[in-house]
Structures are given as structure tokens and as C-alpha cells.
């Protein structure tokens, strides 16, 4: 058991969540993002007859690892693009605008104050 957890700690690291930073020649930064599962179980059994030891044991472990997004950063702008199907329903498209509905209300209201005398 103590071996496949150590290999499950392996397979599950940080940067296999985020992935390192990849840059093109004309200077677009991608990090892969992606969504890591995994599973693992053990069992065993004890065939006690008396002054004899049996013992019957075994372990696994499987780790998925699916992309589900790059980050690009270009000219200091950041957007997520999805690897996923696009979104089907009015509620799964609110929420991929939700971002860019932020940054567009926070440029608004940045001009907005940038607009007033005092």
C-alpha cells in the first residue's frame, strides 16, 4: 500500500495540473490546465491456520489526466480557452461570459472615473 501511494503522489503533482508555461515566437504565453483523477484500493487476507502464516495481498492504482483549458497570455491580456465542448445550456453560457463581462464592466467604470473633472 505504502508503495502505490507514494507512485499516486508522483503521478499527482502540481504541475501536472498546470503545466509549464510554453511561449511562441511571437510572444503568446500557453499554460496547459488540466483535470487530474485517480483511484487506487488494496485488500488482503489472513488464511490463519494455527502455527502457519498466509497471507494474500495486492494493491492498484489509476491516474486520468484530461485538458481541460490554456491560459494565453498575449500583450498583458490573459483569456481561458476551454478544450471542452462549448457550452449548451443559457445557464453554461453565462457562466463562460462571466469573466469577460467582468473585465469589460471594470475597463467601463476605469474610463468612467478616468472621464470626471473635480
Same mark, same amino acid.
Given at each position: 500500500?505504502?508503495?502505490?501511494?507514494?507512485?499516486? *503522489?508522483?503521478?499527482?503533482? =502540481? #504541475? #501536472?495540473?498546470?503545466? =509549464?508555461? $510554453? @511561449? @511562441?515566437?511571437?510572444?503568446?504565453?500557453?499554460?496547459? $490546465?488540466? *483535470?487530474?483523477?485517480?483511484?487506487?484500493?488494496?485488500?488482503?487476507? +489472513?488464511? /490463519?491456520?494455527?502455527?502457519?502464516?498466509?497471507?494474500?495481498?495486492? /494493491?492498484?492504482? /489509476?491516474?486520468?489526466?484530461?485538458? %481541460? =483549458?490554456?491560459?494565453? &497570455?498575449?500583450?498583458? @491580456?490573459? *483569456?481561458? !480557452?476551454?478544450? =471542452?465542448?462549448?457550452?449548451?445550456?443559457?445557464?453554461? *453560457?453565462?457562466?463562460? !461570459?462571466?469573466? +469577460?463581462?467582468?473585465?469589460? &464592466?471594470?475597463?467601463?467604470?476605469?474610463?468612467?472615473? /478616468?472621464?470626471? @473633472? %473635480?
Amino acid at each position: 500500500m505504502n508503495s502505490t501511494m507514494e507512485k499516486v *503522489r508522483e503521478m499527482v503533482d =502540481a #504541475n #501536472n495540473i498546470v503545466g =509549464a508555461p $510554453i @511561449t @511562441t515566437p511571437d510572444g503568446v504565453t500557453l499554460i496547459p $490546465i488540466s *483535470r487530474v483523477s485517480f483511484g487506487f484500493g488494496s485488500g488482503g487476507g +489472513d488464511y /490463519g491456520k494455527p502455527g502457519q502464516n498466509n497471507f494474500g495481498g495486492g /494493491g492498484g492504482a /489509476g491516474v486520468k489526466i484530461d485538458p %481541460v =483549458a490554456f491560459l494565453v &497570455i498575449k500583450d498583458g @491580456t490573459t *483569456r481561458v !480557452m476551454p478544450v =471542452a465542448v462549448p457550452p449548451v445550456s443559457t445557464v453554461d *453560457r453565462i457562466v463562460d !461570459m462571466a469573466p +469577460d463581462i467582468v473585465d469589460k &464592466i471594470g475597463k467601463f467604470f476605469d474610463k468612467k472615473d /478616468g472621464d470626471e @473633472t %473635480v
